[in-house]
């Protein structure tokens, strides 16, 4: 056999019995490496440095917020303590996330970025992997690269999935440690918020089965959200309408009424942010809409016509000839709206409606976060 790469510069090699200092006794894991026990003198360092990878971890899973739906957004940091420095953010040896559905996932692109430096390694994870339709990839990617131990901030939130994973990790030798069962230091308050930050969207739908809705609004300083006459002028600056731009990347879907689309005529794309594209739905229950409307240009993103059943069925032929999909509702409202949302997998949804739209969904308790924009001092009276 070759001989086996050397570490990398500066990276500890596993320690002999004899060379522990007196404080650390030697012990053996499941996978006949030898390691050092901790010390009640390096625990404290300990934590804090999982606390930091764990958070890591998170901040990498945030990058594929609004590409992964319906499944969660995974990160995974692979870490090794080095000689040379106590940062652990030098101790990174490789990191990965979910692209999208059908792309590799988190832990393999992780293992592949450290190569041989994981060996020994610790895995940070911010959610628990899922074996979806039995897919094992995720824990045999660690598991061959070698991985010793796996810190994990949360299980999984899906019944037929949460555990199933760290089981798996465990039956191999590797150590798995959970946030507030076996690691409940005051240090992993802010790594285990970040943890539930990332993935807030899939675990409101997996408990309460909807999607996680997000309401955006611009009021001026004197209270109003738009003129007296319905005329259309920007509130926000430059600044606000790129963070709604990136909220829109985030999202499955952006949700506006018919007024928004007669007064503004708005594109509702994510444009300025590389990447994922909403779903572009319109609530309209008589559907008086216009015959011709930046919404209908599907080339630029899908567009959803949701309506009361029988409205306009000529028109709904011709929007069925542009590209556009028309929902019948019996009676058209948020609460069914959201349902139907979350039949299609929606994680995330942003309202971008005028007020009587935001009123009537909020009052049927489907908005779940309140996003305003910077303000100016006041809209003319046109």
């Known amino acids: 056999m070759p001989p086996p790469h050397p570490p990398p510069r500066g990276v500890a090699p596993a320690p002999a019995p004899a060379a522990c200092p007196h404080f650390l006794l030697p012990r053996r894991s499941r996978r006949g490496l030898v390691l050092p026990a901790p010390s009640a003198l390096s625990v404290a360092a300990s934590h804090a440095h999982d606390a930091l990878l764990l958070r890591r971890a998170a901040d990498v899973a945030d990058r594929s917020a609004g590409l992964t739906s319906p499944h969660p957004n995974f990160g995974c940091v692979i870490a090794r303590p080095q000689f040379e420095t106590d940062n652990a953010e030098a101790w990174v040896v490789g990191e990965g996330f979910l692209y999208a559905q059908g792309t590799p996932c988190a832990e393999l692109l992780a293992a592949q970025e450290a190569g041989e430096h994981a060996r020994g390694a610790t895995a940070y994870l911010n959610l628990e992997p899922g074996d979806c339709y039995g897919d094992s990839t ?19 939130p899906l019944k037929h999935l949460r555990g199933k994973a760290i089981q798996s990790l465990r039956s ?7 946030v507030g069962e076996d690691l409940h230091s005051k240090l992993f308050k802010e790594a285990l918020k970040s943890c539930l930050t990332v993935n807030a969207p899939l ?21 109003k959200i738009a003129a007296s006459s319905g005329h259309a002028s920007w509130i926000s600056g430059k600044a606000s309408r790129g963070r709604v731009f990136q909220l829109r990347g985030r999202s499955d879907a952006v949700i506006v009424g018919g007024n928004t689309v007669r007064l503004d005529d708005p594109r509702l794309t994510a444009r300025h942010v590389k990447g994922h594209v909403p779903v572009r739905i319109v609530m309209s ?41 028309v929902v019948e509702f019996d009676m058209l409202n948020p609460r069914d709206v959201m349902s139907y ?40 009276s046109i």
């Not at 675990?203 to 209270?223: E, H, I, Q, W």
């Not at 008086?288 to 009361?308: G, K, M, R, S």
């Not at 995330?348 to 924009?373: R, Y």
């Open 138 to 156: 995720a824990v045999s990617s660690l598991v061959q690269a070698g991985i010793t131990r796996a810190v994990v901030g949360l299980r999984h």
């Open 285 to 325: 229950q008589s559907l008086n809409l216009p015959e011709e409307a930046n919404l209908w240009n599907v080339h630029d993103a899908y567009t959803i016509v949701a309506t009361q059943r029988g409205a306009r069925r000529d028109f709904q032929k011709k929007l069925a000839l542009k590209g556009v999909e």
């Open 172 to 178: 191999e030798g590797i150590q798995v440690d959970v």
């Open 203 to 223: 675990l409101y739908r997996a408990a309460f089965r909807v999607p996680f809705s997000v309401l955006k609004y611009a009021m001026t300083a004197d209270g």
């Open 341 to 380: 949302c979350y039949d299609r997998g929606y994680l995330s949804v942003l309202w971008e409606c005028g007020g009587n739209l935001a009123a009537s969904a909020i009052s049927a308790s489907v908005i779940h976060k309140v996003f305003s924009t910077e303000k100016i001092d006041h809209i003319p």
